[in-house]
């Protein structure tokens, strides 16, 4: 039978969890299927951190558009009539319509329900039939801006409010990553996968190398590597890892692709990072390529994962270019479909009430620091 709701949140509940890696286990199956256990998530994970919507280069010219939606929220991303980027909810401020889908380009929101007009810097311009309403003024009715800020062409969201400058969320993470030069990049693809499992599911996968030998084998378990998690040095709310190999891990065996990026420091040059921001964002640096995914969560057993593949914008002008990235999007294509076919398989495994909880291994160190992260928000024995 499902836990009785007091139970779910009794931090007792979580005993075994809260030990030291070798001797914990991990959440419960409640946790990933439960539907109010997924409500806390929305409010204090996700309401409360800082997620990822995209790059920036996605909305290039003044008035360019995109949506995030996700169970929590729907918002709109542009680049206003100074240039600048900003956030809006997707909602028109009178009955709540949704102003606008997908994305585009646009000189102003006009909602498609009574046509209140809302200029790019979300401030209402037009509200026709509105004139004998008394005490009404268009000052106070403009769109709900959504906190929003940028890293070297990653555009970051907060939805509360609430939460400590971006800057001080990733810590040292920007300056840990500069060899990379994340502001050169440029995105050349993005895919969009909708999936039925937990979004825990997921990100757990992504961030422990365990699965690989298995999972993987058919296509990147060859690669020899040395996964070695890293703590972050200093406050930020973070994880990493960094695999120590020889050649690049952006590419099948026998495939060719990119001489390494420019700039690279020497530990750099010698492997991978797979970085997890928490919630739910994650990189994958290699000597020659990077790719993205966020995660949002859709329902306690539904979510969107979003892939984003780069390159330095140098690459782009090669003549060879588009034969080369084919190469890395084949890669990724096969890798991330092999992982979302494991965890949907989890998923359904986890639904069934017999499923108890697990030990960990070595290799899931960050798995465990996640889960801990979670339940310090979402039981409230942590720092909000």
């Not at 996700?70 to 991303?77: E, I, M, P, T, W």
């Not at 000189?107 to 046509?115: D, K, L, N, W």
């Not at 268009?138 to 906190?147: F, H, N, P, T, W």
């Not at 892939?307 to 084919?326: G, I, K, V, Y």
Request: some cysteine.
């Amino acid at each position: 039978m499902p836990p009785e709701p007091d139970a779910l949140f009794d931090p007792a509940r979580y005993a075994k969890v809260r030990r030291p890696l070798l001797e914990a286990e991990g959440l419960p199956a409640a946790c990933y299927t439960d539907a109010e256990f997924f409500r806390r998530e929305l409010d204090t994970v996700f309401r409360g951190g800082w997620l990822l919507a995209g790059r920036a280069e996605r909305i290039p010219a003044r008035g360019d558009y995109f949506t995030v939606d996700f169970a929590a929220a729907s918002l709109v991303v542009i680049r206003d009539a100074e240039g600048r980027v900003r956030a809006y909810a997707n909602a028109c401020r009178h009955r709540g319509a949704r102003l606008v889908t997908g994305e585009g380009n646009c000189r102003a929101f006009v909602c498609a329900y009574h046509s209140w007009t809302y200029a790019l810097d979300g401030s209402l311009r037009g509200c026709p039939g509105m004139e004998e309403t008394r005490d009404f003024s268009r000052a106070d009715y403009g769109l709900d801006e959504i906190r929003c800020e940028t890293w070297d062409g990653f555009i970051f969201y907060n939805l509360d409010g609430r939460a400590p400058p971006l800057a001080a969320w990733l810590g040292e993470l920007p300056a840990r990553l500069a060899p990379y030069r994340f502001a050169d990049m440029a995105a050349t693809r993005i895919r969009v996968h909708d999936l039925d499992c937990n979004w825990k599911t997921w990100v757990e996968n992504y961030m422990e190398g365990y699965h690989i030998p298995t999972v993987h084998r058919a296509t990147i378990s060859a690669h020899k590597a040395v996964n070695t998690p890293e703590d972050p040095a200093g406050s930020g709310q973070y994880r990493a890892i960094f695999e120590r190999h020889e050649g690049t891990l952006a590419l099948l065996p026998g495939d060719s692709g990119f001489p390494p990026l420019e700039g690279l420091d020497d530990e750099s040059t010698r492997g991978s990072r797979f970085m997890l921001v928490y919630p739910a964002t994650m990189l994958a640096l290699t000597i020659d390529a990077m790719w993205t995914f966020h995660v949002l969560p859709l329902g306690p057993e539904r979510t969107r994962v979003i892939h984003t593949s780069l390159f330095p914008s140098s690459r782009l002008s090669r003549p060879d270019f588009e034969a080369l990235a084919a190469n890395y999007y084949k890669r990724q294509d096969r890798v991330v479909q092999e992982d979302n076919d494991i965890t949907i398989l989890q998923q359904q495994g986890l639904r069934s009430p017999l499923t108890r909880p697990g030990r960990f291994a070595a290799k899931e160190k960050i798995v465990h620091a996640l889960d801990n992260w979670v339940l310090d928000r979402v039981l409230g024995t942590g720092t909000p």
